[in-house]
C-alpha cells in the first residue's frame, strides 16, 4: 500500500521526476560503461600476451611494435632480416620463437605468415578442415570466417597493406583450408598462412612489376609518342611466349609446385620470443638495440603503459560520473524537500486515518529509493547500449569487440548499493520532517 502510495506520489511534479531520473541515468550509464571497459579491455590485452616474454621487431615506437604484433591494431615499425633474427631465435634461452610476416589483406582482415606454433600460443584448435601445409594454404579465424562466409575450399586474392582498398595482388589466390574455434583472442581476426607465402607472393609481385616497367621502355611496338599500334599489339599477343603468359597469371607456377622459397635475403616483421631463462628478458632489450638494427620490447611494460595513460582519461569519466551522481542526489533531495510544505496536509491526514509516525517516514524514504532505482535500471540498460555501439565501432577499426551482456556483480552490485545510498541520504532530511510532524497545527492553519 505505501509503495503504491509512494508511487504516485513521485508523479505528482512529473518534470522534478524526470529530471532526477535522467541525471541518475546518466551517471550509473557512464560507470557502467567504466567498468565493463576496463575489465574486458585489461582481460583482452593480458590474455594476449600470455606466452610472449619478448616482441624482436625493427627499430621505432615501442608502443607500436607491440600493438601490431601482439594485438593487430597498428602498422608495423618495419622489416627485419630475417637472417639476423634467427641468430636470436636460435638462442638457447629461447624457449619457443614464433616468427610473423604481414603484407596483405582480405577486405581489411590481416593475412599474417607466421608458424603453427603461433595456433599453439592462443590455444586455437582447427574446427573445420586442418592447418597449412603448402604455401597459399590458409586458415581462417572464426570471426571472419562468419563475418565474410568463408567455407573450407573457398578461394580469394589479397590486397597490398592494411587497407581493403589496396592494389589487389591476382597473381596467386589463397585457399582457405581450416577454420579456428572461437578463442575471444586476436587470432579469430586473422588469417593465417606461411611465410614463405607472403615472401613468393611479394616477390612474384615486385618481378612482375620490373618486367612491365621493362616492357614500357624497350619493347619496340610502341610508337613515337608512346601508343601502342593495333598491328603490333596484335603481333604481340601471337608472338608472346605463352609459358610465360601463363607464369604471369599464376597457371604456371601452382602453388603447389613452388612450396619451396630461398629464404636468403629475406625480411620479416617480427617475433615473439618466450625464454627459459628470464635473464633474457631483461637483459636484451639493451644488448639487441647496442648490437643490431632491432630492438626488443616487453609487452608487459608497454601495456601497463597504455592502461596508464588510459586510466587517467577513465579515472576523469568516473569522477565526472559520480558528480552527475551527487547532483542527481541533490536534485532529489530539492524535490522532496520542496514538496513537503504542498504535502504536509495530506500527511496530516494520513496521521488521523490511522498511519503511524514511522509509516509516513517510510512513504518519503520510498519514494527517494524508487527514484534512484529506476535510474539504476535506465542507467544499466542505457550503459549496455553504449557498449554496444563502443564495440561496433572498435571491431570495425580495431577488430576488438566487447560483451555488453556481461554482469560484473560485485562492481555493480557495490554501484547499487551506492544509488541506494544516495537516494536514502537525499530522503533523509524531508524524511525526519514528516516523522515529526506537528498533525494539530498543520491542520489549524489548513
Known sequence: MITKLAWRNIWFKPLNTILSIILLTASVAIITV?????????????????????????????????????????????????????????????????????????????????????????????????????????????????????????????????????????????????????????????????????????????????????????????????????????????????????????????????????????????VLLQFRNKMGIVTWPRIIAQNTKMQAVSPAIEVNRLVSMFGIGINALRYLAYGIMLISGISIFIALFTTLKERKNEFALLRVNGAKRMQLLALVMIESLLLCMVGFIFGTVLGRVALMLISSSAEEDFKLSFNPYEFIWEKEGILFLLTILVGFLAALIPAVKAYYLNISKTLTHA
Open 34 to 270: 567504466l567498468v565493463l571497459l576496463e575489465k574486458q579491455f585489461e582481460e583482452k590485452f593480458n590474455s594476449n600476451i600470455d606466452g610472449v616474454d619478448l616482441v624482436l621487431g625493427a627499430q621505432g615506437s615501442p608502443l607500436q611494435l607491440i600493438l601490431s604484433s601482439v594485438y593487430q591494431v597498428d602498422a608495423p615499425t618495419g622489416n627485419i632480416s630475417y637472417d639476423s633474427a634467427k641468430v636470436w631465435m636460435q638462442h638457447p634461452f629461447v624457449k619457443k620463437a614464433i616468427p610473423l610476416a604481414f603484407g596483405d589483406n582480405y577486405r581489411g582482415f590481416k593475412i599474417l605468415g607466421t608458424t603453427p606454433d603461433y595456433l599453439e600460443k592462443y590455444g586455437a584448435t582447427i574446427s573445420q578442415g586442418r592447418l597449412f601445409e603448402k604455401n597459399f594454404e590458409v586458415v581462417v579465424g572464426a570471426e571472419i570466417a562468419t563475418k565474410l562466409k568463408l567455407k573450407v575450399g573457398d578461394t580469394f586474392f589479397g590486397s597490398h597493406g592494411d587497407a581493403a582498398e589496396g592494389e589487389v595482388h591476382d597473381h596467386y589466390d589463397y585457399t582457405v583450408v581450416g577454420i579456428t574455434a572461437t578463442t575471444g583472442k586476436v587470432i579469430d581476426n586473422l588469417i593465417l598462412c606461411t611465410i614463405p607465402s607472403v615472401w613468393q607472393m611479394h616477390d612474384t609481385h615486385v618481378e612482375e612489376h620490373e618486367e612491365h616497367n621493362d616492357e614500357e621502355m624497350h619493347n619496340p611496338i610502341h610508337g613515337e609518342e608512346g601508343h601502342v599500334h593495333e598491328e603490333g599489339d596484335e603481333h604481340y599477343q601471337h608472338e608472346h611466349d605463352p609459358d610465360e603468359h601463363n607464369h604471369e597469371h599464376g597457371e604456371e607456377l601452382h602453388p603447389e609446385d613452388r612450396r619451396s622459397v630461398n629464404e636468403e635475403g629475406k625480411e620479416i616483421t617480427a
